[in-house]
């Protein structure tokens, strides 16, 4: 069984900087996709940033320059280093990734964490 877990969120003031983490783990064969997303009170769930297994990154136009995602193929995680926060970044964030599991190596699945919470205060 396959989990993803969050961690690193927190209360922070504006202009601030928190890096979020999300490790997988479980019997996997392979990770390719890993996004951040984010979901503030009363608003849908968006993508925050993506990063292909091979390091390629695309992110939302409201972060670009202050957030960067990366990731550790060896320890199964991604990061989310966000710098420069502003109250608008408040949200919950959840790790999303696209894997295969050592059961069925040629089958991809979407697992989602269950969320980390940001808070940013002006």
């Known amino acids: 069984q396959v989990q993803l877990v969050e961690s690193g969120g927190g209360l922070v003031q504006a202009g601030g900087s928190l890096r979020l983490s999300c490790a997988a783990s479980g019997s996997i064969a392979a990770i390719n996709t890993m996004r951040w997303y984010r979901q503030a009170p009363g608003k849908q769930r968006e993508l925050v940033a993506a990063?292909?297994?091979?390091?390629?990154?695309n992110y939302v136009d409201s972060v670009k320059g202050r957030f960067t995602i990366s990731r550790d193929n060896a320890k199964n995680t991604v990061y989310l280093q966000m710098s420069s926060l502003e109250p608008e970044d408040t949200a919950v964030y959840y790790c999303?990734?696209?894997?295969?599991?050592?059961?069925?190596?040629?089958?991809?699945?979407?697992?989602w964490g269950k969320g980390t919470l940001v808070t940013v205060s002006s």
């Open positions: 990063i292909t297994w091979g390091g390629s990154t």
């Open positions: 999303y990734a696209v894997i295969a599991t050592s059961s069925r190596p040629s089958y991809d699945m979407d697992y």
